[in-house]
Nanobody, 127 residues
Framework: QVQLVESGGGLVQAGGSLRLACTASGRTFSMYTMGWFRQAPGKEREVVAAINYSGRRTYYADSATGRFTISRDNAKNTVLLQMNSLKPEDTAVYYC????????????????????WGQGTQVTVSS
């Protein structure tokens, strides 16, 4: 059974940092793009960052560029999201996801393109 488990969320003051981790189990995901998404109350789920199968290519939403860094460790089936200079508008539930329908791809898909999802971890940034 495939499972994605996020960790590392919490409450932080504006300007602070958090590191989110997502560990996959049940199969290997080293062939697939993995991504981090977030959803704030009353808003649609949006991409934050994505990383291709090798880790050599990354994508960031404008809101994350320069502040967040995505990385992966295929040996550990883990993807990380380092978030610095956090702002109150970063408050949301953060989800990791895998696009297992496209092997060895560097094409970036919207949330609908990802087929395995974690349960989410809450990030709250206070002003």
């Amino acid at each position: 059974q495939v499972q994605l488990v996020e960790s590392g969320g919490g409450l932080v003051q504006a300007g602070g940092s958090l590191r989110l981790a997502c560990t996959a189990s049940g199969r290997t995901f080293s062939m697939y793009t993995m991504g981090w998404f977030r959803q704030a109350p009353g808003k649609e789920r949006e991409v934050v960052a994505a990383i291709n199968y090798s880790g050599r290519r990354t994508y960031y939403a404008d809101s994350a560029t320069g502040r967040f860094t995505i990385s992966r460790d295929n040996a550990k089936n883990t993807v990380l999201l380092q978030m610095n200079s956090l702002k109150p508008e970063d408050t949301a539930v953060y989800y990791c996801a895998v696009d297992s329908r496209h092997s060895y791809s560097s094409t970036w898909y919207p949330p609908s393109g990802y087929d395995y999802w974690g349960q989410g971890t809450q990030v709250t940034v206070s002003s």
